[in-house]
C-alpha cells in the first residue's frame, strides 16, 4: 500500500512539472500536424495503386503518426530524467525512505501520460481530417491503450539511456536513436511494395508490428489475425523493458 501511495505522490510532482511546461507536448504534436499535412493530402494518390491496402491514405498514416509520436516520448524521459539528477533532485529522492519502485513508477506513469495526451490529441486531429476509424468507439479506446502502454515502454529505453550514460549531451541526441525505430516501418507503404535492405529492417522492427495492429483497427476494424502479433509483440516488449529498467535503476541506485 506505501508503495502504491509513493508512487502516487511522485507522479504527481512529475505529472505537475509535465503540466508546467505545456510546450514539451505541443512541440512533440506539431510534427504530427505536419504530417498530415504534408503527406496525407499530396499522397492521397497513392491509394490508387494495385494492391494498396486502404482507399484512404490519409486513414492509412495515422497509425504511423500516433506510433512515432509515442516512440519519440522515450527521448523525452530520458532528458527529463537527466535534469533531475543535474538539479539534485533525484539525489533527494534517494536519501528519502521512498521505494526504489516508486521512484521508477513514478517517472514511467509521467511519460505514460504524455503518450496518452499526445494520441488524443492526434486522434482527435484524425477525426477532424475526416479520417474514418473501422473499429469504433471500442477501436478508439483499443489504440489509445495500446499506444499509452507502448509510450511507457519506449520510456523505458529512455531512462536506460539516462542512467548508463548520465551525459547531457548523449541524452541530447537521444532522439536520433529512436527516429529509425520510428521510420522504418511500413508507416507510408506496405510491406508488399518494399524492397531490399529496407524490408529486412521493416521485420525486424518490433515497433512495426505495433503500427500494424494499431493501423489495422484504423482502417479495417477488428481483424485479429493482423491485430495480435503486434499485442504479443507489445506485451513481450513492455516486460523485457521493464525488466531491464528495473534492473540498471537498482544498480544506479544502488
Known amino acids: 500500500m506505501n508503495v502504491a501511495r509513493e508512487t502516487y505522490f511522485i507522479y504527481l510532482r512529475n505529472l505537475k512539472t509535465l503540466l508546467g511546461q505545456p510546450a514539451l507536448?505541443?512541440?512533440?504534436?506539431?510534427?504530427?500536424?505536419?504530417?498530415?499535412?504534408?503527406?496525407?493530402?499530396?499522397?492521397?494518390?497513392?491509394?490508387?495503386?494495385?494492391?494498396?491496402?486502404?482507399?484512404?491514405?490519409?486513414?492509412?498514416?495515422?497509425?504511423?503518426i500516433?506510433?512515432?509520436?509515442?516512440?519519440?516520448?522515450?527521448?523525452?524521459?530520458?532528458?527529463?530524467?537527466?535534469?533531475?539528477?543535474l538539479s539534485g533532485y533525484?539525489?533527494?529522492?534517494?536519501?528519502?525512505?521512498?521505494?526504489?519502485?516508486?521512484?521508477?513508477m513514478g517517472t514511467l506513469l509521467r511519460s505514460g501520460t504524455r503518450a496518452l495526451m499526445q494520441v488524443i490529441v492526434i486522434v482527435a486531429l484524425a477525426l477532424t481530417l475526416g479520417v474514418s476509424f473501422q473499429g469504433g468507439w471500442v477501436g478508439l479506446v483499443a489504440i489509445i491503450v495500446i499506444t499509452t502502454v507502448f509510450g511507457i515502454a519506449t520510456a523505458c529505453v529512455g531512462l536506460i539511456i539516462a542512467l548508463r550514460s548520465k551525459s547531457l549531451q548523449m541524452t541530447q541526441n537521444t532522439q536520433l536513436m529512436f527516429m529509425p525505430l520510428a521510420?522504418?516501418?511500413?508507416?507510408?507503404m506496405p510491406k508488399e511494395f518494399l524492397t531490399g535492405w529496407f524490408k529486412w529492417a521493416v521485420t525486424l522492427n518490433p515497433v512495426d508490428y505495433v503500427l500494424v495492429s494499431v493501423r489495422t483497427i484504423i482502417v479495417y476494424g477488428w481483424e485479429w489475425g493482423a491485430i495480435l502479433p503486434g499485442l504479443w509483440v507489445l506485451a513481450a516488449t513492455t516486460v523485457i523493458l521493464l525488466i531491464a529498467a528495473t534492473w540498471t535503476y537498482n544498480r544506479a541506485t544502488a
Open 90 to 104: 533525484f539525489d533527494k529522492l534517494l536519501l528519502a525512505p521512498v521505494n526504489r519502485f516508486s521512484m521508477l
Open 183 to 188: 521510420f522504418l516501418t511500413t508507416g507510408f
Open 25 to 64: 507536448v505541443i512541440s512533440t504534436l506539431i510534427p504530427s500536424v505536419f504530417m498530415f499535412l504534408f503527406f496525407g493530402t499530396p499522397l492521397r494518390g497513392m491509394t490508387s495503386m494495385p494492391g494498396f491496402p486502404a482507399d484512404d491514405y490519409a486513414a492509412y498514416i495515422t497509425g504511423m
Open 66 to 85: 500516433i506510433v512515432m509520436a509515442v516512440v519519440m516520448n522515450g527521448a523525452d524521459v530520458a532528458f527529463s530524467l537527466l535534469t533531475d539528477m
